[in-house]
């Protein structure tokens, strides 16, 4: 399959390095643009009030933490009930779940 007409022009690469800087420039000014235009005049929040609210990405990683744990109990509990049911000899005591 051939390249489009005009995919290649024949450039050096010297020529590619000035487009692909150019290319990031622009890049880089749509990003700072865009950050500029959700952040709203005026309303710049302090920086003692991030501390004091949660992250999303914070409050994520408790859940997620929270569920790791939750899991390993569960999966412990479930160890237990196997281990007391596959117990035919008299190891002790019952184990209450």
Known sequence: M?????????ASAQD???????????LTEKLA????STEAPGESEPEDS???????QKSQLEQLGESAR???????AARERD??????????PDRPW
Do not use: H, I, V, W
Request: aromatic fraction near 4%; include cysteine.
């Open 2 to 10: 051939a390249a489009p007409p005009g995919c290649f022009s024949g």
């Open 16 to 26: 590619a390095g000035k487009q692909l800087t150019e290319a990031e420039r622009r």
């Open 33 to 36: 643009a865009a950050a500029e």
């Open 50 to 56: 991030a501390e004091e609210q949660p992250s999303p």
């Open 70 to 76: 939750q899991a390993e109990r569960e999966r412990n």
């Open 83 to 92: 281990d007391y049911l596959r117990d035919t000899g008299d190891a002790g």
